[in-house]
């Protein structure tokens, strides 16, 4: 199975503040990863697909980039809706899941 | 619009079997995937397994040996049967649409305790 390593396991920021969380693999994934965000009590929202396409109705705010094994979520100008759990995973073999990131307000 | 929604049983017996349904709308179970996904309580998210738009179907092979993934394409339902539940597979169990990979819609999920 695929490893994906997500850090950090939280975050702190403020508003308007701009914040990269980073996934790596443990082996190439050639752009197959996804993010998505998920706020409490509900289901996952698909966020970035093909570690850079911009999921239907995300706003323009999220970015991912990345090759090979390491990939990155970028969130610029922090909003308050952005509060929520953050997970990366791979499709290029069996789906697995990063451990997750939980972002709050500072 | 395209809606998951998934339903059973929320208390399990220790060494039971778990059977949960997935009933979907908005699309066609012979175009699109379907997957299994849970989530411990406060944790991540673990991949089960998926029943592909041809019927065929992928697991998890840390529970591969205890699941299974069916469907009804005539009501439009998938379901899981896993046996042999213990403690930790306490979790919220979650059904999500297939796109090339990735998990695109989602249903509501359904929390399953198992204790005696």
């Known amino acids: 199975d695929i490893q994906m390593t997500q850090s950090p396991a939280s975050l702190s920021a403020s508003l308007g503040e701009t914040v990269t969380i980073e996934c790596r693999a443990s082996?190439?994934?050639?752009?197959?990863l996804a993010w998505y965000q998920q706020k409490p009590g509900n289901s996952p929202q698909l966020l970035i697909y093909d570690a850079n396409s911009l999921a239907d109705g995300v706003p323009s705010r999220f970015s991912g980039s990345g090759s090979g094994t390491q990939y990155s979520l970028k969130i610029n100008s922090l909003q308050s809706e952005d509060v929520a759990s953050y997970f990366c995973q791979q499709y290029n073999n069996y789906p697995t899941f990063g451990a997750g990131t939980k972002l709050e307000l500072k | 619009q395209v809606q998951l929604k998934e339903s059973g049983p929320g208390l399990v017996q220790p060494s039971e079997t778990l059977s949960l349904t997935c009933t979907v709308s908005g699309f066609s179970l012979t175009s699109y995937g379907v997957n299994w996904v849970r989530q411990p309580p406060g944790k991540g998210l673990e991949w089960m397994g998926t029943?592909?738009?041809?019927?065929?179907?992928d697991y998890n092979s840390a529970l591969k040996s205890r699941l299974s993934i069916s469907r009804d394409t005539s009501k439009s339902q998938v379901f899981l049967k896993m046996n042999s539940l213990q403690t930790e597979d306490t979790a919220i169990y979650l059904c999500?649409?297939?796109?090339?990979?990735?998990?695109?819609?989602w249903g509501q999920g359904v929390m399953v305790t198992v204790s005696s």
């Open positions: 082996e190439d994934i050639y752009s197959n």
């Open positions: 999500a649409r297939d796109v090339r990979g990735t998990f695109d819609y």
């Open positions: 029943i592909w738009n041809d019927g065929s179907t």
